[in-house]
C-alpha cells in the first residue's frame, strides 16, 4: 500500500529544540543546516534566549523553519473555577508568545498536577474553553497525553476527552514514546480521524524497566536507534490521513550534551531510515531487506516523501572486502608478524602508497603505514573497512543521501575510484565489488609480490570487525551503519567486564556476509580503565578452528592464554565432551552456544596501541560473537600487557 500524499510534496519534517544541545539559536542554526522543515519551540529555549519572539520568528523565516509548535504548556485542565481562571490567563499570554513567534499550535499535555480531579466529563468541558480561546487567536490546541499524567495516561483516554470536548479547534497529539512505552503494539490508531490528529512527536527508546518519566527524560532516542516498532505506528498515523509535520522529541542525556550539528544529522538520518522502513516493509516484518533489486540502484517513492531527493534502496553486500589498518614504525613488525603466523600472505605492494596487502582466503587486510603516535608499543588501529556491494554507486549515492560525510578520495587506501564515507567515529566506509567483471579494481592498485596464499591455516573469509564505540556516539553508531549499509541490528547484549560494564550490538546482513559488532562502555570511562585506548579487532573464519590453531602454533604464533579457570566452568555449565574441552584447553579455545548451534574463538594478543585478531568457526547457525566471554579476554589482555611492560 503506498501513501500518495496529498501535497504531492512530501511531509514535512521538524525536530523538537529540546532534542538540541545548546542555545535557542544554536539549535535553530543546526536543524536548518540538517534539512529540517521545521520546529517545536520549547519554552525554556524561548525564555533563556535574549531574542524577542519576534527576532526569533525572523530568524527562523530567514534560516527556512517554520515553526510547528509551541510547548508545553501544563497542568491546565480537571480544575475548580478559580484554577480555570488562572489556567486561562495563562494560556492568553501564552498565545500572545505564540502570535509574536509566528506559530498557531499549542501543545497542551495531560496535567500531573496534585489539585486536578479525576473526571474526564470536566476536562473536556475546560478543554473545549481553552480551544474556544485559542480559536478566537487563529490558534489550534494539541492535547497530549503524558505516559506518567495523574488521570490521563493513555492516548486511548486522551483522545476520548477531545472527543467529547467536541471543538474544531481542539485535537490529539501523538507522542509515539508515550504510547509504545505502555502499549507496544497498540490497536485503534488508524481509527482517530486525521483532521483531530494536530500533532505527531516521534521518538524511540531502549526497552528498559524503570519509572516511564526517567525512561522519558533520560533515555529517549531518535528512530530506529531503539526498541520500539515505529515503522507500524507511523503506518497506523499514516493510515489516518495525518498530514502535519513528522516531529522529532527526544530527551536524552547525551544529545542535551553533543555537537547540536551532528545530533541534527543524526536526527534527519533517522527520519529518511524510519521513512524507508514504512514505505518498504507494509505491516509486518521488520527484518526483511528491502525488495529493491540491487544491481539496478532504484530508488524508492516513500511513504511519506520525508527523505528529501530520492533514498537508493540497500545494494545487497556480499562479503567484507578488507579491512585497513593504520600501523606504525614500532607496531609494524608486530603485525605482519601476527598476520603471518596466522597463514596470511602479503600479497601485494601499492603501487603508489605506503600500503601492503596481506590476503588467505578472501580475508584481506591492508596495512597503510602512517605516522608514529606516542602509545607504547605503536599505533595499530583499525583506520577503514571495507564491504563488498553489488552495486558500488548506489550504495555510495544511499550513503549520501543518509547524510553520510563523503571523505575525499586521498584519504583512502586505493587509487581506483572507490567510495568511501565516514563512520561517526570516523572509519572510513569504502564500497567495492572485489573481482567483478566491473570491478572499480581496487586490487589492481597492488603490485603482486608473487607470494600466494596457498598454505595458509585454513581462514577462509572475514568474519567480522569490532569497534569499540565512544560512549557518546553508540546509538549515533548503530544507526548509521543499519541505515547506511542496509544492516539489521541483533545480538544487543550487556556484561561486566573487569574495566566496567560493556554493551555490545551487531548490525548484520540477512545473510551474515557482512558483520559489524559494536562495543562500548555502559558508563563513560574514569581514570582507572587501562591504558587502551578502546580496542578493535578483526576476526577471520575458520572451518577447523583446531586446525587452525596447531598451524599457528607450527608457525610461531601467539594464542592469548586462556585460564584453567575457564574450562573448569564450562565443564560445570554445559555437558560438553571431555575431550573436546580438552582440546580447546590446549589451544586457549573459548566457547559459547545458542538455539542455532556452537562457536569457537580464539584470539591474538594485543598488537601495538589497540588491535588484535580473532579466529572464529561458527557450527550450525550459530548467530553471535561469544560476547559472553569478552570479560574474558579482556583480563587476558590486561595481563599479557602487564607483562610486556
Ligand atoms: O517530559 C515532559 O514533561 C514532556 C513535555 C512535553 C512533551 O511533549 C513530552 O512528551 C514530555
Ligand atoms: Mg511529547
Known amino acids: 500500500m503506498t501513501h500518495a500524499h496529498p501535497h504531492g510534496g512530501g511531509m514535512r519534517t521538524s525536530i523538537a529544540t529540546v532534542c538540541l544541545s545548546g542555545t535557542l539559536e544554536d539549535k535553530l542554526e543546526a536543524a536548518a543546516a540538517a534539512g529540517f522543515d521545521g520546529v517545536e519551540i520549547f519554552e525554556n529555549d524561548l525564555i533563556a534566549s535574549p531574542a524577542s519572539p519576534e527576532e526569533v520568528g525572523r530568524l527562523c523565516a530567514d534560516l527556512g523553519l517554520s515553526i510547528e509548535l509551541y510547548q508545553p504548556f501544563r497542568d491546565f485542565e480537571g480544575v475548580d473555577e478559580d484554577r480555570l481562571h488562572a489556567g486561562l490567563r495563562r494560556a492568553e499570554r501564552k498565545f500572545d508568545v505564540m502570535e509574536r513567534l509566528g506559530t498557531s499550535t499549542m501543545l497542551v499535555c495531560s496535567t500531573v498536577s496534585p489539585h486536578a480531579v479525576d473526571d474526564d466529563e470536566l476536562a473536556a468541558a475546560q478543554l473545549r474553553t481553552l480551544a474556544e480561546h485559542a480559536s478566537r487567536r487563529g490558534i489550534r490546541i494539541a492535547y497530549e497525553a503524558l505516559a506518567w499524567g495523574r488521570y490521563v495516561d493513555t492516548w486511548a483516554r ?152 530520492s533514498l537508493p534502496g540497500a545494494a545487497e553486500l556480499t562479503g567484507h572486502a578488507f579491512t585497513e589498518l593504520g600501523v606504525d614504525a614500532r607496531s609494524a613488525a608486530r603485525v605482519e608478524r601476527a598476520l603471518a603466523t596466522m597463514g596470511f600472505a602479503h600479497r601485494g605492494q601499492h603501487r603508489s602508497k605506503p600500503v601492503q596487502l596481506w590476503q588467505q582466503g578472501t580475508a584481506r587486510v591492508l596495512l597503510n603505514t602512517v605516522d608514529a603516535g606516542d602509545e607504547p608499543g605503536g599505533v595499530a588501529e583499525i583506520r577503514a573497512l571495507a564491504v563488498d556491494s553489488l552495486d558500488p554507486a548506489s550504495s555510495a549515492r544511499r550513503a549520501e543521501a543518509l547524510l553520510a560525510p563523503v571523505l575525499p578520495r586521498t584519504r583512502g587506501p586505493a587509487e581506483a575510484d572507490l567510495s568511501s564515507v565516514a563512520a561517526p567515529d570516523g572509519t572510513a566506509v569504502f564500497f567495492c565489488r572485489t573481482g567483478a567483471e566491473d570491478d572499480v ?10 607470494t600466494e596464499t596457498a598454505g595458509g591455516t585454513g581462514l577462509a573469509r572475514t568474519d567480522h570487525v569490532a569497534l569499540t564505540q565512544p560512549f557518546d556516539w553508540f546509538d549515533e553508531a548503530g544507526l548509521f551503519y543499519r541505515s547506511v549499509l542496509g544492516l539489521e541490528p541483533h545480538h544487543d547484549a550487556e556484561y561486566a567486564a573487569p574495566f566496567g560494564l560493556m554493551r555490545s550490538r551487531a548490525v548484520t546482513d540477512v545473510d551474515g556476509d557482512v558483520r559489524i559488532a559494536l562495543n562500548s562502555t555502559l558508563l563513560r570511562r574514569g581514570e582507572w580503565a587501562p591504558g587502551v585506548p578502546d580496542p578493535q579487532h578483526i576476526a577471520f573464519a575458520s572451518d577447523d578452528i583446531f586446525a587452525s590453531a596447531q598451524a599457528m602454533r607450527e608457525r610461531g604464533g601467539e594464542i592469548l592464554p586462556v585460564p584453567d579457570n575457564y574450562y573448569d566452568d564450562l565443564e560445570a555449565r ?72
Open 574 to 645: 554445559l555437558e560438553l565432551d571431555a575431550d573436546l574441552i580438552a582440546r580447546m584447553r590446549a589451544c586457549d579455545v573459548l566457547y559459547d552456544q545458542d538455539e542455532h548451534g556452537a562457536f569457537f574463538h580464539l584470539y591474538t594478543e594485543m598488537l601495538g596501541s589497540r588491535v588484535f585478531f580473532e579466529i572464529v568457526q561458527r557450527v550450525g547457525g550459530y548467530a553471535g560473537y561469544g560476547s559472553v566471554n569478552a570479560p574474558v579476554r579482556m583480563a587476558a589482555h590486561r595481563r599479557s600487557r602487564l607483562a610486556r611492560r
Open 441 to 450: 579494481g581496487w586490487l589492481s592498485d597492488f603490485i603482486l609480490t608473487g
Open 158 to 309: 486522551s483522545w476520548d476527552i477531545v472527543r467529547r470536548g467536541d471543538h474544531p479547534a481542539l485535537g490529539l497529539c501523538l507522542d509515539s514514546f508515550h504510547v509504545l512505552s505502555r502499549e507496544p503494539s497498540p490497536s485503534g490508531i488508524a481509527g482517530i480521524p486525521g483532521e483531530k490528529l494536530f500533532f505527531l512527536q516521534l521518538a524511540d527508546a531502549p526497552q528498559l524497566s524503570m519509572d516511564v518519566l526517567q525512561w522519558s527524560r533520560h533515555h529517549r532516542l531518535f528512530p530506529r536507534q531503539g526498541a520500539f516498532d515505529l515503522p507500524t505506528f507511523l503506518r497506523d498515523v499514516l493510515d489516518t490521513g495525518y498530514s502535519g509535520p513528522l516531529s522529532l522529541e527526544v530527551f536524552n542525556d547525551v544529545f542535551r550534551q553533543s555537537d547540536p550539528n551532528r545530533t541534527a544529522v543524526d536526527a534527519m538520518r533517522s527520519l529518511r531510515t524510519l521513512d524507508e522502513a514504512v514505505d518498504h516493509r507494509g505491516r509486518a516484518v521488520a527484518t526483511e531487506r528491502a525488495a529493491v533489486p540491487a544491481t539496478t540502484g532504484a530508488t524508492t517513492g516513500t511513504a511519506t516523501g520525508a527523505a528529501a531527493g
